[in-house]
T-cell receptor, first 113, second 112 residues
């Protein structure tokens, strides 16, 4: 079955880069996503990458995809206190985007001053 | 746009009672998803609809759970009878074509 794994916690100093890693099992996934959840709120899409790409950059965010190893990472440059949240990796099936997502359990990003 | 609207935001009920969670998707969106989030199991897809039709309900945990979408602007998730292990945050999400799902703020359900 589908499975998405990620570390539960990551602690970084303010101003450093954060790298959150994720592995997935469904090789037919068309899109892979990173969502952010702040306390008491719903999930917000940060970025996504199509499975035939290996990198995508969007301002402070860089997504790297190693399709061979089924490994996805999210790098946040110059981490700020406002980046403190839970970050979810998710994969979308091959159903043209009309199906539900499979999420990892989320990585809590903790920012040290 | 108001985004995905869920009600109530918090629900506390006693075991055995019926619970109904409500969702209003973003106007014009044609897919709607119900997720459940717990500390132990993370975020799980329960069911999703496309054009008001249930497509995949394999994530619905038991027959106590049911979901309906009578029209394009409203969906309900019902638990009858509720049990303490149903305590979780329930999210509704909607999308149009393309791949971004927009999540509501969630309903925090506590069953005592």
């Amino acid at each position: 079955g589908e499975d998405v794994e990620q570390s539960l916690f990551l602690s970084v100093r303010e101003g450093d880069s954060s790298v959150i890693n994720c592995t997935y099992t469904d090789s037919s996934s068309t899109y892979l996503y990173w969502y952010k959840q702040e306390p008491g709120a719903g999930l917000q899409l940060l970025t996504y990458i199509f499975s035939n790409m290996d990198m995508k950059q969007d301002q402070r965010l860089t997504v790297l995809l190693n399709k061979k190893d089924k490994h996805l990472s999210l790098r946040i440059a110059d981490t700020q206190t406002g980046d403190s949240a839970i970050y979810f990796c998710a994969e979308g099936g091959s159903g043209g985007g009309a199906d539900g997502l499979t999420f990892g359990k989320g990585t809590h990003l903790i920012i040290q001053p | 746009d108001a985004g995905v609207i869920q009600s109530p935001r918090h629900e506390v009920t006693e075991m055995g009672q019926e619970v109904t969670l409500r969702c209003k998707p973003i106007s014009g969106h044609n897919s709607l998803f119900w997720y459940r989030q717990t500390m132990m199991r993370g975020l799980e897809l329960l069911i999703y609809f496309n054009n008001n039709v249930p497509i995949d309900d394999s994530g619905m945990p038991e027959d106590r759970f049911s979901a309906k979408m009578p029209n394009a602007s409203f969906s309900t998730l019902k638990i009858q009878p509720s049990e303490p292990r149903d305590s979780a945050v329930y999210f509704c999400a909607s999308k149009l074509t393309g791949y971004e799902q927009y999540f509501g703020p969630g309903t925090r359900l506590t069953v005592t």
